[in-house]
């Protein structure tokens, strides 16, 4: 039977989690909130043996706490009134109408349905999974399940940087190790999802093929170069770190590329002569493309062209491809 | 006989009083059957379902087809292509290759057997009689393996039958398996040839799910051979790999210690190539699989291919070392640019005509 008192925090449980998903909360707001106009809805709470047991409410206690307070008003249950799951589903209930969860806490909530509350996974899917505004998907329970397996620092990186469910999917198939590695590797980069795709595609790729990890990738020295460079902003890092990247998991056409360059920079073409391979080098045969103003500019780069014929380095260039 | 378990048998009943039907029924007598009247909302379902790749092949429809069942190999733009014709007898294929085209293409998964053959044979007489001074040549092999549902309904028997009565015709059964005993002593006046796909045998374990080993492979185009059969052989795709010039090599070795090169009509080169949706679908269903590590950029015609230089060096080497054993084997590229024929075989048909021509001389050499 519910009652509703005044409960001294010292005699709840703080340590006592069972009803808990919070993660990194962020109680800026609630706090000055509750500093303004103090507390205006109870607390739940349910007897357990000579104390409390918190199911609804962790972030108001830890708050009043913070703020000095001694007592809570708090709705208290007895303690044979309701099994674990009910009260587990009143605490996600009530945290989904008051302030919904972010994706490490719908996490949190799934796993513990699934290994605290021993719920078969197939119903945790159609049942659950549209209460946190997912699709009914085996695949999304899975994702949300490998988020909880993850260190502290990607789970906060993930929900800092509103990481895709696809590229958590494919984060969590790194090992420990490897993903820490990742950690250092994109942190200091502003990725957009397609960008952090990329990044991962690539780095999956080379430590499949070359039997690496991503830590020995990371020590590799254009990798080093890019992190420890001071004056790039982080998308500017996270152009080169792609580029650096493409370099590693494509060797011959970087190969080519660098190749390409060199001759073309013997050339010393005026800069509004551009001269280019076909994408991918496939396909014989280069690109010419050039900018004029005026009919005397556009003489001017006619004769630039017609001296192009003239020179070794344009018909070494020409052959290559 | 190639063995794969087919658990259940959708019917369409525009097909139940095909003999096909019947035949595949009465073969098949001890696995549930469901009737359909709806074929759409069946696949539906079933695309609905995780890897309604993977289930369909173990789910066999038996249906009716209305539409053109033999078509000109759809090759690919800006190369060069063989003027081939594909024959629409089975779509999808119960082996399991990671590298499968079919798995981005295909919007009826099931394993899918077309049961009004009258009308294929039909299309078949009116198309050759509207040619009847080409050398045609048609294979089954573009929309599955060509005996792979041989032990469900006797599909090359049937066909080799049909094209033994005709002499300008050839029929080409492409296959990674190695049964062929129901083959060996039909009459078939050397109008069907039997072709089979090569990989070196970490690739095939890799890769090619469900197929034969490259031994037994062998063996069964040697059987073949024995038999009178011509012979075509494919590497294709050729797959770049750390020791794949060992791989390769040794399997040529091991192919031409049992078959008499003389004997064999063609062999096609044709690296690892895929339209850009079958990486993702083939990567989640073969997570360890190893054909996306190379180095591939999309073409002209959308596809990602290896680096052409790289090509190149995968072919000139397998030129060489197939020379090696006899020079006169006819090897012919499969989607290749003209460049890349030239810089591999020193010359490059004129067109897609010119190479159609060369593979009629090299039939009328064979019969």
Known sequence: MKTIQEIPISYIDLTDETFSVNFVPDLRRLRSSIEEIGLTQPVLLRKKHDRYQIICGFRRISIIKQIGGSDILSMVLDEEEMDDLRLFLISLHENLTARGFNTIEKAIALDKLVHQFHLDSVMVVKKYLPLFNLEVDEKILNTYLSLI??????????????????????????????????????????????????????LEEITKRDRLTILEILKRPEIQAVLSHQELTPPQKADRMKKALMGLRYPRMRNM???????????????????????????????????????????????????LTDKKEFKEILQST | MFSFQI???????????????????????????????????????????????????????????????LKP?????????????????????PMD?????????????????????????????????????????LGTGELSDSLALDTVFPISPVLIAFFAQRNHAFLELKTKSAEVDHLLHLDHRKRTIISWSLNPPQMIEGEETGTASLEKRIVAAQRCQERGYPLGFHFDPIIFHEGWEKGYQETIGSLFKKIDP?????????????????????????????????????????????????????????????????????????????????RVLGWAPQNNHHLNQLFEERLKGFV
Request: positive net charge; proline residues 5%; aromatic residues 12%.
């Open chain 1, 149 to 202: 397996q993850m260190e502290e620092e990607i789970k906060i990186y993930i929900l800092k940087e509103g990481v895709s469910r696809t590229n958590i999917r494919r984060i969590s198939n790194l090992s420990p190790k490897d993903r820490i590695a990742l950690l250092s590797l994109i942190s200091p980069l502003k990725l957009g999802e397609n960008r952090l795709r990329e990044i991962l595609t690539f």
């Open chain 1, 257 to 307: 590329e660098e190749k390409f360059e060199k001759k073309r920079k013997e050339l010393s073409l005026p800069s509004n002569l551009s001269l280019n391979h076909l994408p991918f080098f496939e396909g014989k045969g280069l690109k010419v493309e050039f900018q004029f103003e005026t009919v005397e500019g556009y003489r001017t780069m006619l004769s630039a062209l017609s001296k």
């Open chain 2, 7 to 69: 658990e259940k048998i959708y019917l369409d009943e525009k097909a139940e009083n095909d003999w096909v039907a019947q035949n595949v029924l009465k073969n098949l007598s001890d696995l549930p059957v469901e009737r359909v009247k709806d074929k759409r909302s069946l696949n539906k379902k079933l695309l609905s379902l995780s890897d309604p790749i993977g289930i369909g092949k173990r789910n066999l429809l038996i249906t009716p087809f209305y539409g053109r069942r």
């Open chain 2, 73 to 93: 190999c759809p090759g690919t733009s800006s190369h060069i292509c063989c003027g081939y014709h594909v024959l629409n007898t089975i779509t999808n294929c």
């Open chain 2, 97 to 137: 290759c990671s590298y499968c085209v079919l798995q981005g293409y295909l919007n009826n998964p099931f394993l899918t057997l077309y049961s009004n053959w009258e009308d294929l044979f039909r299309e078949i007489e009116s198309f050759l009689s509207s040619h009847p001074q080409s050398f045609l040549r």
């Open chain 2, 262 to 342: 003389k004997e064999v009509v063609w062999i096609s080169l044709g690296g690892f190539r895929y339209p850009p949706q079958l990486k993702t679908i083939a990567q989640e269903r073969f997570p360890n699989t190893k054909i996306f590590l190379g180095e591939l950029f999309p073409g002209r015609d959308g596809k990602f291919r290896y680096l052409k230089d790289i090509r190149i060096e995968m072919y000139q080497k397998m030129v060489g070392w197939l020379r090696d054993v006899y020079p006169g084997l006819f090897i012919y590229l499969c989607m290749e640019s003209k460049e890349v024929w030239e």
